[in-house]
């Protein structure tokens, strides 16, 4: 294991990670290091939820590990366009399979579907309309995905990567305890797995987005995937430096990721 200075990369999940267990518990620095897998079920990456599922968690995993692999199984575009994009997002890369990984060597698994592996550090996440869901212990998720949404799809992600990052820096359970078979709608904001109404389009007529860090990132993610239609302005004051490559990068409009 690689012994010397931090990354700039990382440098902010590190001060994260620092303030959440300590600087003196365990091998902090270097949780970065850990292999962890993304996956999916191929019933559910065929759908539109899935497709945004997986590649919002390829985007935000890639800022939290140096030895990430993708497994994309049943869906060959999909694939294509991680491995052809993800030499963009971190300079670290990644590998993009297509199937027959071992997961017993992975710290962490992250798939996009309904079933969980208890034997494995396994997170399951999915969505339907509005309502996120997230299980990393027993229990599986519903299956529906059916209600295309990309709010919902996106908070499915950072709850599964949550759960990821809980793992990689052995988070203790009076701090934050891994979820099971949590749903959570945001179209109500309360713990519902009711998928609510179709989002409608939406007509931009001039939209100023000020701030493009990690949440301005974020914003400009979604509306990429929203069905609006409009103008949009973004401004932010200060220079892109080396530790910023963790928390803000372009998002690639995949072919497909329909928007």
């Given at each position: 294991?690689?012994?010397?200075?931090?990354?700039?990369?990382?440098?902010?999940?590190?001060?994260?990670?620092?303030?959440?267990?300590?600087?003196?518990?365990?091998?902090?620095?270097?949780?970065?290091?850990?292999?962890?897998?993304?996956?999916?079920?191929?019933?559910?990456?065929?759908?539109?939820?899935?497709?945004?599922?997986?590649?919002?968690?390829?985007?935000?995993?890639?800022?939290?590990?140096?030895?990430?692999?993708?497994?994309?199984r049943?869906?060959?575009?999909?694939?294509?366009?991680?491995?052809?994009?993800?030499?963009?997002?971190?300079?670290?890369?990644?590998?993009?399979?297509?199937?027959?990984?071992?997961?017993?060597?992975?710290?962490?698994?992250?798939?996009?579907?309904?079933?969980?592996?208890?034997?494995?550090?396994?997170?399951?996440?999915?969505?339907?309309?509005?309502?996120?869901?997230?299980?990393?212990?027993?229990?599986?998720?519903?299956?529906?995905?059916?209600?295309a949404?990309?709010?919902?799809a996106?908070?499915?992600?950072?709850?599964?990567?949550?759960?990821?990052?809980?793992?990689?820096?052995?988070?203790?359970?009076?701090?934050?305890?891994?979820?099971?078979?949590?749903?959570?709608?945001?179209?109500?904001?309360?713990?519902?797995?009711?998928?609510?109404?179709?989002?409608?389009?939406?007509?931009?007529?001039?939209?100023?987005?000020?701030?493009?860090?990690?949440?301005?990132?974020?914003?400009?993610?979604?509306?990429?995937?929203?069905?609006?239609?409009?103008?949009?302005?973004?401004?932010?004051?200060?220079?892109?430096?080396?530790?910023?490559?963790?928390?803000?990068?372009?998002?690639?409009?995949?072919?497909?990721?329909?928007?």
């Amino acid at each position: 294991m690689n012994n010397g200075p931090v990354d700039p990369e990382f440098s902010r999940q590190l001060a994260t990670a620092q303030s959440l267990v300590g600087k003196a518990d365990g091998d902090i620095e270097h949780f970065f290091e850990a292999p962890v897998l993304l996956t999916g079920e191929p019933d559910v990456l065929c759908t539109e939820n899935g497709r945004w599922l997986l590649w919002n968690s390829a985007f935000l995993l890639v800022r939290m590990t140096k030895r990430l692999t993708i497994e994309v199984r049943g869906n060959e575009e999909l694939a294509g366009d991680i491995r052809a994009a993800i030499a963009d997002l971190t300079k670290h890369g990644a590998e993009v399979s297509a199937g027959g990984v071992d997961r017993r060597q992975f710290e962490a698994i992250l798939s996009v579907g309904s079933n969980v592996e208890p034997s494995l550090p396994w997170t399951s996440v999915n969505s339907n309309g509005w309502v996120a869901r997230v299980s990393s212990l027993r229990t599986n998720l519903p299956v529906d995905c059916s209600q295309a949404n990309p709010i919902g799809a996106l908070a499915a992600a950072a709850l599964g990567v949550t759960e990821v990052f809980k793992r990689l820096i052995k988070l203790k359970p009076e701090r934050g305890e891994l979820h099971d078979n949590f749903a959570f709608s945001f179209y109500s904001y309360s713990e519902h797995d009711d998928p609510g109404p179709p989002i409608p389009s939406l007509k931009v007529e001039n939209l100023l987005i000020v701030g493009a860090g990690a949440i301005g990132n974020g914003v400009c993610q979604l509306l990429r995937q929203l069905p609006a239609d409009g103008t949009v302005s973004i401004v932010d004051p200060q220079d892109f430096k080396e530790e910023n490559l963790g928390t803000s990068r372009q998002v690639p409009r995949f072919s497909s990721l329909k928007s």
